[in-house]
Each structure stands twice: as C-alpha cells, then as structure tokens.
C-alpha cells in the first residue's frame, strides 16, 4: 500500500483525469423523469460503460422494461471478497430560473464543479472509480463491482430487474447520501420505509348548491378533515393510531449521541428547507424525529374546489393523500393494518387504497464493516464520521438487502450546501480528493475481512 | 274583475301567445358567465324591452357596467299604488351531454316547454308580464314595473348601479324561487345569507421533501384539517364558534309547521341532489336546517397535492375556502368577528382573508302582503300556500330592500322537477296558468291596500 503521503500526491496527480470525466458525465443530460431525454440516458450509459472500459474494467449494458443499468467489473488477481458500489447516473430535472450557468455546461470554479449531476451523484460514482482504480494499481485483492442505475430519481422501478441477473457479492457500498455539515463526515445507518395510502370519502354524486343543501347534507371534506385530525396530531406530530409506535426500538444514547455529532444545526436545517418555524427546536428532538421515529403525513387533500376565490359548493368526494414513514422494525403491512382499522371504526364510508411500500432499513449498527467504514472515513476525512440515519426511502437499498443477502452500507460525499435536486448544483475536488482516500481505506479494509 | 271562469278562459286564449314569447325567449342564449355570448344578451334586452313595448308598456335598457337591466312599467290610469316584480333573464351554461335536445330551441312536448331558462327564470318572468296586461285591461288601479336582470347568474355584481336609478314602489315581488312539491304552493319569507372566507397557511417557501423533514416539519395541510375540525363537527353540521347562535331566532312552531306542509319530502331530497346518505332523516331536522339554521362548510383545501397517486410532499401552505349561511337576526359583519377570534387563538399562524358578504333577508312573515300571497296562490293554484324560506343568499333582494326600503316578497313557479341549472330544463303550462291566476290576483289585493 502508498503511503498516506503518496496517495495524496497519486490524488492530486489524477485531478486533470477527474474534471475531465466529471465534465464528459455532467454534459449528458440524463433526465430518467423526461421521455424525451431517452436518448441521452442511452448515451450515458454508453459513456459510462466506455469510461469503464478505460479503467481497463469489464462493462455491459443490462436492459431493463425502463432505462438500462450499467454493470462494470474491477477485479484483482487473487481477490477472495466482493464487494459492489451502488450509485445512480441519472439526474433531476434543470430548469429552475436560478441556474446562473448552463446546468448541462461544466463550470469550474476553484474547487467546484458546477452542473446538475455533479454531486447527485456522478462526482461520487467518478470518485468511486477512480479510487477503485487505484486500489487495483495497489494490489488491493478485492473483486469489485460497479451496479449504476438510470432510474434512480424515479423511484428504481427496475431496478429489481437487474439484481436477478447481479453477481452475489458480499456486500454493497452506496454512495448517494449527504452528510449534515462540512466538518463531519456523516453516514447513514439505516433509512425510513413507507407507505402510502389514499383514503377517498363519497357521500354524492355531484357538487350541490350549498345555499339549498348546506345543514343536513354530509360534506366529504369536512369528513375528510375531522380525519386526518383524528390520525395525526397536527401541532405535535404524534400519530394517534392506536399500536402506530408499538415495534418502534427505543433510539439509544449511543445513537442520539452520534445523531448530535453529525453537525445537526436546527436554524441551518430551517433555514434550507425555508421553514418559518418548526414543531421542534432541539437537534436531539429534530433529529430523533427525522431519522428514527415514524411519522403520518398527509400531502393533500383533493375533491373540494382548489380555484381562486371560494365556489360555495358540497363536494360530492374527497380524497386526502397520506404517508406513513416507516422506522426499522415497523413493516408497511403492520402500519397499513392498524390504520385500517382506525379509518374503518372511525368513518365506515372511507375507501382504503394502499399505494406504494417500502420497508425500513437498518444497516448493522456495528461489526467488521462499521468498523471498517470508521476507519476509512477517519483516514479520509481526518475526522471519525458520525452515524445518522437518513429519514427518506431509497427503493434500491431494500432491492439489494433481499436480492443479494448481503449487509448495504454508505458512504455518502455530498455536503447540504452542493444542492441536491437544487439550481447551481455542484461537487468539489475537496470531497473527491477525501472520497479517494476514504474508498481506497474501505477497499483495503474490506478486502482483508 | 273577470269571473274566475272568464279568466280561465282568457288564460287559455292567451296559451299561443305564451309559447311564442317563451320560445324567441329561450332561443337567445343570453348565458351571462360566458363572455362570447355578450352580443346575445345585447339581442336578449332589446328583444324584452320590444316584447313589453308589444304588451303597451314603457320599457328602457338601463345600462350598468357589465350587463344591462331592463326596466319596464306598465302603468293603469288612476293608480295610487305601486309594485316591482323581479326577473332574471340570463341564464346557465347549458354544455351538459345529458341535454336530449339542443338547449337553445324550444321543444314543446304536451304541456312542457324544454329548453335552457325555460323555468329560470324566462317562463316566471312572461307569466307575470301575461298577467299584468291582463290587470291593466281589467282595469286593475296598479302601477306595475318590471325589474329585469341579466346578471342574476353571476351574482349581481351591477345591479345596485341600476336600483340608484330605479323607481320608488310600494313593494317588490320576486319570482325566482322553487317549490317543494307540485301538490303544494310555496313561497319563502328568508334567505341565508353569506360569509365567503379563506383562510391561508404559510409555513414554508416551497415544497418540502417528507423523508428528509417530516416530523419536526409543520404540515400546513394538517394544521387546517385540525382547525377546519375545530370549526365545525363534521358529523353534526354543529358550528363550535362560541357564540356562532347567538342570534339565532327560535323557530317558532308556526315556522317548523309551513316547512312540513311544503311537501317537503327527505328521500326526494337525497335522490336529487344525489347524496348517499344524510346527516338528518326527518324532514323536520332537514328543513330547519337549511331554511333557519346557520352552517359553516369547507368547500376545499387548496395546497396540498391533487394530482393522480401520492406525492410525498410537505407542501408551504394550504389555504381552506369556507362559507357561513347566516339566518336573519345575524350578520356577516358579526359571524366574521367571532370565527377571526376562534381562527386566531387556535392557530395564530393562519390568515384570515374574507371574500363575498350577503345579509339574510327574512321578510314580514304576517301582515297585508302576505295575506295578498296566501289569497292569491290559494286562487291560482287551488291549494294554500306553505311558507318556507330559501336556504341559498339572492344579492339582488337584500339590495333592493336596502335601496327601496320596502316589503320584498317571492311569488315563484318553479318545480324541483323542472331541473333549474340542469340539463333538459323545462317550464310547463300548468304552472303558467295557474302563476297568470296567481299574479292576478296579488295585482288585485296590493292595488287595494
């Protein structure tokens, strides 16, 4: 292995190599959501599956009933562990007003690499390879594998496609995540699941004059409204379902402690998000209730008239759109029982529709390879990481956990402030260069597990 | 004055004539809310100012800014008294696919006349001129004007420009309103009147993402369920404004006694409108509140999500429309006052914008003028009348009472059957013999008060 002191120079010495390939990966607009951008993402994979040829990797096209996935293979003679990075090279759309330059036109500028994609999540899959390609040059004996996902920012509908035909590997590192503040290298342990449900509430056939009915004719949204009130807590957020909270592990000082490490900053997460206020003022509160406890929103109600002014009409229905964020130990079958039987003792009438489910994940909250991450962030970073948690779902964490049987982990380079899903999107050599060092560490440590 | 038998005879000598007046009536679509058919209730005012210019009566097109008024006045030698009757003129939309025929000719089918304004308000409103030309030719001392609107159907926005220079009468006889039941003459003595309110939420910028900020995140869309439910019991129709009935006026045994005796029938009630179920099932609880009772209905929640599935969103801001009916003795001055200081201590976050402001109207419910009604309808409909009220707000009566300062009573001829703003809207001969009978005879008794 390099010294510490070689491998910076090995980094700094690929610099060119790396805003080259960042700017050949940011100029395809890979738009997964836009049907028009269809021949983009095709040109992308081909970039990508070139790009890993390059690095002397093995590369295929996997097609799926949607946008293909890329699968590339960097193997060292001799290696006896497997390991597969998990990233996604399709991007969010651009066209907010506030793009200062061509979102699909790299901009450096210093450090930064400006343009969508760029840290969500081409810079880190780029980072990803190149330091695999290092670790290789080193004789790090690890098989690593490459899966990169064109559908990410659509939910992975296919994704499951691929994993029947991916190699079994040991485990999976995905790097697509963000950490909480610049200073402290963050990483996620486990991730909410979800469900949704629509619960949709007739009582007639058509709008009624209110003037001529309003008194003894049932108004759905009304109905509609005294529900979700009775679900939910609106000031507090506590979900009033009877059993809602029953699997829900009790967070350990342990882990409340590595929540508040992270760098949590309540007036910057308000701030971000553009919140006038919040139901909670306290990091260990906020963070609590984020990452390791389950929430019931609803997202809309529909039915009622939406237009300007008010139409003074009973709606004949109601539909409110509801999620359940799901914490480890909940199961969206669980959550979606006990909320069915609150809606049906509480308003026969309500129609019950599930939608989507994705289960909660938590990775092994210690063990070889959270020691391993421990020590690869440190060596990276030259700062011990703090583990979170991360409060959204990401559909292909769960694909792979079942597919492949094997621990996911992550190791996210993004910081808040390069703007994901933001105008002026942008990575920086900075977390590059740590990123290297940091998967070369992980590498090496893996590879001797 | 004729004998009953002579004007059963003139009534019916006149059948020919009605048909064609109604007929180039519903032929000029004069729908108002449509601004391409601002030439056809150009055409529709000059051919009623012609039509009461055939009848022998003085007739001018007033002018407001949006839509004219027509103004006619047929007026008998030695009249000491004096008398407006209120029509509209304009009429619905009629894009309904349900129409069988075009809305726009008349369709005579027995004693039916289809087409679109047939019964609202075309019919009525040459009913009542029929009967006028036959008061002045039997000689009835009455000074009659005709009060024709063309703005009904959007709210009246102009009409009060017309009432500045409208002439002083002794009193105004509306004829716009629906019976209960054919078997049964009806005429209202009230209207609700209206408090249009949005109530608007902001607690973001933009919309948030519900895995990364849900639950220390304000869910704007809850907080308004949680107070559209504190508002008012959905289940109940009860408004929880404290002091919301302070006004409110008992009914009085007599009251209750003319709402069961309209026929009023609850099964019908629910097959028309559509509903599947009601918060009330006796006609005596149904009645009351509609016709004396105030209400509070949310109408929508705009600012959540509407579109088709779920979108996970934790949307900025949500904003409610509602509506308060209010009887006579409240005012919409008032019931804004007490749900500002219910809004304001239950969520002091929430904006309070009021729109539309309609007073209920209750008009002398004994006296002269409603024994006119009860002997008029008795003589052209052979059966006394019920007296109701109007759940729905008419701008134009509380404008006139206000501008007149004068009795303002309702001689209507629509049936529930005749499908006022639906498809295959229709008037029918019964009802404008009996209505010209009718008319007569309430020319009769106001000219000798």
Same sequence: chains 1, 2.
């Avoid at 510490?4 to 080259?20: G, K, P």
């Avoid at 109601?318 to 006990?338: C, G, H, I, N, W």
Wanted: proline share 7%; net charge negative.
């Amino acid at each position: 292995m390099p010294t510490l002191t070689e491998m910076d120079q090995q980094i700094a010495a690929r610099r060119q190599d790396f805003e080259a390939a960042i700017r050949s990966g940011v100029e395809i607009p890979t738009v997964s959501m836009d049907p028009d951008r269809r021949g983009d993402i095709r040109r992308g994979a081909e970039w990508a599956a070139g790009l890993l040829r390059d690095f002397g990797a093995e590369a295929r096209i996997v097609e799926t009933p949607g946008h293909p996935v890329v699968h590339g293979r960097l193997a060292t003679p001799g290696a006896k562990r497997s390991l597969a990075i998990y990233n996604h090279l399709d991007v969010q759309p651009a066209n907010e007003p506030e793009w200062r330059s061509d979102p699909f036109k790299l901009v450096v500028d210093g450090e930064r690499y400006i343009g969508r994609g760029a840290t969500d999540d081409k810079g880190p899959a780029l980072t990803a390879l190149f330091a695999a390609a290092m670790a290789r040059e080193a004789g790090v004996p690890l098989d690593i594998h490459f899966f990169w996902e064109f559908e990410e920012e659509i939910g992975s509908p296919h994704f499951e496609t691929f994993l029947q035909s991916a190699p079994r590997v040991d485990s999976v590192l995905v790097s697509d995540t963000i950490w909480i503040s610049r200073g402290k290298p963050a990483a996620p342990l486990g991730l909410r699941g979800m469900q949704t449900v629509r619960l949709v509430l007739r009582t007639g056939t058509n709008d009624a004059h209110s003037g001529l009915t309003g008194g003894p004719a049932r108004n759905p949204v009304a109905e509609m409204c005294d529900l979700v009130a009775a679900l939910c807590d609106a000031h507090t957020g506590e979900v009033k379902i009877p059993g809602f909270y029953d699997e829900v592990r009790q967070t350990t000082a342990e882990e409340i402690e590595g929540f508040l490490a992270s760098g949590f900053d309540p007036k910057e997460f308000q701030r971000v998000h553009g919140f006038r206020s919040l139901r909670y003022t306290e990091a260990a509160d906020i963070t609590r209730r984020i990452w390791a406890l389950p929430t019931l929103e609803v997202h809309g109600i529909a039915g009622g008239y939406q237009g300007p002014g008010v139409k003074s009409v009973i709606p004949p229905w109601a539909e409110a759109k509801l999620s359940m964020r799901l914490v480890p130990d909940m199961t969206p079958q669980r959550a979606l029982a006990r909320l069915t039987s609150f809606v049906v003792a509480a308003n026969p009438d309500v129609e019950i529709h599930a939608e989507a489910a994705l289960e909660p994940y938590l990775a092994p909250s210690g063990g070889p390879y959270v020691a391993a991450l421990e020590r690869a962030m440190s060596e990276g970073f030259g700062a011990e990481p703090a583990f979170v948690r991360e409060g959204g779902s990401i559909g292909a964490v769960v694909q792979m956990q079942r597919a492949l049987g094997c621990p996911v982990m992550f190791l996210g380079l993004s910081l808040p402030e390069h703007g994901y899903h933001a105008p002026n999107e942008f990575f920086d050599w900075q977390m590059a260069a740590g990123g290297m060092k940091a998967f070369l560490a992980y590498f090496r440590e893996v590879a001797a597990l």
